[in-house]
């Protein structure tokens, strides 16, 4: 049995393996991931590492023979990785916050015991760090939310959100790429661009790039 404070680790199918960290949500945790992330993926037989939020995928070009081997190299990897700080770009995001895709801008404001004013200006105030790509193409999980504006996901899942939708689940925020289902809590908008499949490089943010939430207007 897995001890709590050990990884978790356990094969996708035959193509892929995933290797989950147990720690804090936090900028040093992730960056531990990115760290082993880095490394794993110049190991021979790995296509790709993906970080995950505390978590990274491997993906194989055929099943390892040694799955043990693999197993204790990632243990060992995650014990001796250290933070890697990604130099990334800092993009400022324009948001209207409230209207009618950020419909839950005064639920949270209620759930928190704060006002509309407080959740904007409090959800604007971090430069937030981008921990990992998932959910959809171009979204992007964010670390560095304020604890007061915490709101639980959704017990029914909206089955479709607004491309754009600036949300809140839990402890995280985040924005959709594009339109589709959402467990989080829409409180605004932006119109900026996540992802095209035309670019070179289709998505348009990545690991250790970093955002900035403008207040462009609040809508009651």
Request: charged share 15%.
């Amino acid at each position: 049995m897995t001890a709590p404070d050990r990884p978790l680790i356990s094969l996708l199918g035959t193509s892929a393996l995933l290797f989950e960290a147990p720690g804090a949500f936090d900028l040093p945790h992730q960056r531990r991931i990115w760290a082993l992330a880095a490394t794993a993926s110049k190991w021979p037989g790995i296509r790709e590492a993906i970080p995950g939020i505390t978590n990274m995928m491997l993906t194989f070009e055929t099943l390892p023979r040694e799955l043990d081997t693999l197993i204790a190299a990632l243990n060992d990897g995650w014990d001796a990785a250290e933070g890697l700080a990604i130099g990334g770009r800092e993009i400022r995001l324009p948001v209207t916050y409230g209207g009618e895709i950020g419909s839950q801008l005064q639920s949270v404001a209620k759930h928190c015991g704060l006002s509309i004013d407080d959740v904007v200006s409090i959800h604007a105030a971090p430069l937030y760090t981008v921990f990992a790509l998932g959910s959809h193409p171009g979204y992007c999980y964010l670390g560095g939310m304020d604890p007061r504006i915490t709101m639980p996901r959704r017990q029914t899942p909206l089955q479709r959100s607004a491309g754009g939708s600036v949300s809140i689940g839990g402890s995280q925020t985040g924005v959709s790429a594009s339109p589709g289902p959402s467990g989080w809590h829409a409180i605004g908008h932006t119109t900026w661009t996540f992802f095209d499949p035309s670019w070179p490089t289709p998505a348009a943010l990545a690991p250790g790039d970093t955002i900035r939430f403008e207040i462009e207007r609040v809508m009651r």
